[in-house]
C-alpha cells in the first residue's frame, strides 16, 4: 500500500524539481560586454528573452538613431542556426528582415540577410540570402559549440525607437538556406518588442489563441483521452449488469462525443486561424477521430437486432472501430501535447491515466478470463463459440463471467 503512494509521491517530486529547474535554467542571465574575436564591445542595456535561452544587449545612439544590438542564442546544434531579426509592422515571422547566423560547409561562422516571407513560413519557397529592410552598417559573428554571439550595427528609421523583435533556431542548414524550424508552441514564442530607448519590452511572450489551444487540449483530453477508453470498459467489464451496461456505455459514450466533437471544432477554428503553420498528422489523425466516432454514434442507432446473424461481424466491426479510435486518440493527444508543450506535468498527469486505464483493464481482463476458463472446465460438455452474441448465453447457469468471456472480440 505504502509503495504506490511513493511512487506517485516520487513522480510528483520529479516533475516539479524538472519544471523549477527548466524555467530556472530558461532564465539566463544577459550580459552588457561580449567579445567578438578577441575584442571586448560593450552595451548599455541588456535583456534575457523569454524562450531558447536567449538573450540581447544593446546601445542606442539617439542623435543618430543608430543600435548597436548583440545577440546571444543557444542552437540546437553546432550546424544548426539562430536567427534574429526585425520585423517593421507586427509581431509576426512574415515580414520579419532577419539576420541568420551558421557555420558553413567550410567551418566558416556566416551572418547573412534574409527576408521571411510567406511562402518560406509556408514551406513553398527555400530561405536564400537577400535584401532586406534592415540598413546594416557592421556586423560580426562568432559560434563556439552551440553558443551563437551575433553583433549587428543597424540604422534604424528616425525616431523609431521601438523595434519588434523576432527570433527562432533550427537544426540544420543546407548550403546557403537554413532549413525549417520546429512549429512547436515553445518555438514560435520568440518574439517581443522593446523600446531600444528605454528598455522597456511589451508583448509576446504567448502565442495567440493560447486560451482557445488550451480549452481545445482540455476537452479532447477529457473526452476521446479518457470517457471514450471508460466508456469502453464499461461496455467490457459491466457485462454482468445487464442491460445497466449498456446504458452506461452509451452514457459515457455519447458525453464523450458531444465534448470531443466540440474539442474538434475548436481544433478546426484554430487551424483556419494559424495560417501558415499547419499540423498536418495532428489534423489528419483528429478528422479520422471525429469520422469513426460519427460512425460508432450511427452504428448503435443502426444496430441489427441480437438475434440477426449479421449481428456477430456487426459486433466486431463496432468493436474494431471502437478500439482504433481510442489508438489513435491517444496517438494524436501525444501529438497535441508536442504542439501545445504545455510543461512536462500535462503529459505524466495523461500518461499516469492512460497506464491506470490499461492497468485495471489488464487486471479486470485476467479476472474474466480465468472465471471463464475455469466455468469452462466446470461445463465442459457445451461448447465454446467464438464472437457469440452474450445474449445466447443468457440461460446458461453459469450466466454472467461466461457472457464476458464469449463477448471477447
Ligand atoms: C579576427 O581577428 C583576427 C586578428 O585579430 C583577424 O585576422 C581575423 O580576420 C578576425 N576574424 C573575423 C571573423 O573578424
Ligand atoms: C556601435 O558600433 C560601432 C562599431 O561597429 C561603433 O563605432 C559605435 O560607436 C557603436 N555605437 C554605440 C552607440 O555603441
Ligand atoms: C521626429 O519627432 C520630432 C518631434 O518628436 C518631429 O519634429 C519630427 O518631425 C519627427 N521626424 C520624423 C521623420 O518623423
Not at 509576426?92 to 521571411?116: H, P
Not at 511562402?119 to 537577400?130: E, F, M
Not at 551563437?148 to 533556431?169: E, G
Not at 489508438?327 to 510543461?343: E, H, R, T, V
Request: charged share 10%; hydrophobic share 40%; glycine share 10%.
Amino acid at each position: 500500500m505504502i509503495k504506490p503512494q511513493f511512487d506517485l509521491w516520487t513522480i510528483g517530486l520529479a516533475t516539479l524539481f524538472v519544471s523549477i529547474f527548466s524555467s530556472v535554467s530558461g532564465q539566463q542571465l544577459c550580459s552588457t560586454q561580449q567579445s567578438f574575436n578577441g575584442t571586448q564591445k560593450v552595451f548599455s542595456k541588456c535583456q534575457p528573452l523569454a524562450t531558447q535561452s536567449a538573450s540581447i544587449a544593446w546601445s542606442l545612439d539617439p542623435t543618430s538613431n543608430r543600435v548597436n544590438v548583440s545577440f546571444s542564442g543557444e542552437g540546437l546544434s553546432s550546424s544548426g542556426w539562430v536567427g534574429w531579426g526585425l520585423n517593421p509592422s507586427t509581431l509576426q515571422m512574415v515580414g520579419t528582415s532577419a539576420l541568420i547566423g551558421f557555420k558553413d560547409a567550410q567551418g566558416t561562422s556566416m551572418m547573412q540577410q534574409y527576408k521571411l516571407t510567406a511562402a518560406v513560413q509556408n514551406q513553398l519557397a527555400a530561405l536564400s540570402p537577400g535584401v532586406t529592410d534592415l540598413v546594416v552598417l557592421d556586423k560580426a559573428i562568432e559560434i563556439s559549440g552551440t553558443k551563437f554571439l551575433m553583433f549587428a550595427s543597424l540604422q534604424l528609421k528616425p525616431n523609431q525607437t521601438t523595434v519588434n523583435f523576432i527570433w527562432n533556431r533550427g537544426p540544420s542548414v543546407s548550403g546557403n538556406s537554413p532549413q525549417p524550424h520546429s512549429t512547436s508552441l515553445a518555438d514560435l514564442q520568440g518574439r517581443t518588442s522593446i523600446d531600444m530607448s528605454s528598455g522597456i519590452v511589451t508583448g509576446g511572450g504567448t502565442a495567440p489563441h493560447q486560451h482557445l489551444k488550451n480549452t481545445h487540449g482540455v476537452l479532447a483530453a477529457v473526452s476521446w483521452g479518457l470517457l471514450l477508453p471508460l466508456g469502453a470498459m464499461a461496455a467490457r467489464y459491466l457485462r454482468a449488469f445487464d442491460p445497466a451496461w449498456f446504458y452506461i456505455h452509451v452514457a459515457i459514450q455519447s458525453t464523450a462525443y458531444i465534448l470531443g466533437v466540440s474539442a474538434w471544432g475548436l481544433g478546426l477554428r484554430l487551424g483556419h486561424y494559424s495560417l501558415g503553420v499547419v499540423y498536418h498528422q495532428h489534423r489528419r489523425i483528429g478528422i479520422t477521430i471525429f469520422c469513426f466516432a460519427t460512425l460508432q454514434v450511427l452504428a448503435v442507432a443502426l444496430r441489427p437486432s441480437k438475434e440477426a446473424k449479421i449481428r456477430v461481424y456487426w459486433n466486431i466491426y463496432h468493436h474494431a472501430i471502437g478500439y482504433t479510435t481510442i489508438i489513435l486518440a491517444a496517438i494524436n493527444i501525444f501529438k497535441g501535447l508536442d504542439i501545445l508543450q504545455p510543461g512536462s506535468g500535462w503529459r505524466t498527469a495523461y500518461i499516469v491515466i492512460l497506464s491506470t486505464l490499461g492497468g485495471v483493464s489488464i487486471i479486470l481482463e485476467i479476472i474474466s478470463w480465468s472465471l471463464f476458463f475455469r466455468r469452462r472446465m466446470q461445463t465442459s460438455n457445451k461448447p465454446f463459440k467464438y464472437g457469440g452474441s452474450h445474449r445466447e448465453t443468457k440461460d446458461a447457469t453459469n450466466g454472467h463471467s461466461h457472457t464476458q468471456g464469449r463477448d471477447i472480440v
